[in-house]
Every structure is written in structure tokens, then in C-alpha cells.
């Protein structure tokens, strides 16, 4: 976890680039972790476009190391985040998943 001297957005920030930055070292299995921590920390802020596009972000981790249940439940996951953004790009692309 990033420390807690930054304000949680900034957390959730740093949580997301982390994440990314792990993905393109191909250290796919260790991303997982902070994906999740900054998806809870979009849930806690409200902030729901982000935290659809995490859970989204998080099933095709699980595809890809092959987890088909949990990436299923965390599309379910991005689907109903995504109904709650009242974002229609976002509802829509994450139906697609």
C-alpha cells in the first residue's frame, strides 16, 4: 500500500500506475494485489467510472492467468459499477467484456 501521508485519491493514483507499471514488466500475477486496492479504493471515493474500469481491468488479469470464475464475477462486478457511473460509454464497453 502507498503510504497513508497521501490523500486517498493520490493512493488510488499510485496504486493504478503501479499496477500498470508491473503489467509491462510482465510481472502479471503480482499486479493483481494493487489492481484490487485501487479498485476498493474507487468504490470508497464514489468514484464509479474508475472503479468500473478497474473491476474490468482486473477480469481480463484473471482471464489471462487463467481464473475464468473470478474473471467473471469481476466483469459482473464492472457491468454493475459501470450502471452506476450512469456513463453510457462506460456501460456499454463493459457489457462488451
Not at 486517498?8 to 486496492?37: H, I, K, Y
Not at 468504490?43 to 474473471?71: C, F, P, Y
Amino acid at each position: 500500500m502507498p503510504s497513508t501521508n497521501i490523500s486517498e485519491p493520490d493512493q488510488g493514483f499510485v496504486l493504478n500506475f503501479t499496477t500498470f507499471a508491473l503489467r509491462a514488466l510482465g510481472r502479471l500475477a503480482d499486479s493483481g494485489e494493487p489492481m484490487v486496492a485501487a479498485l476498493n479504493v474507487a468504490i470508497r471515493l464514489t468514484m464509479w467510472k474508475h472503479a468500473a474500469l478497474q473491476a474490468s481491468n482486473l477480469s481480463e488479469l484473471s482471464l489471462t492467468l487463467g481464473d475464468v470464475s473470478s474473471a467473471v464475477r469481476q466483469g459482473e462486478q464492472s457491468v454493475e459499477l459501470a450502471d452506476r457511473s450512469g456513463d453510457a460509454f462506460h456501460r456499454m464497453s463493459a457489457i462488451d467484456q
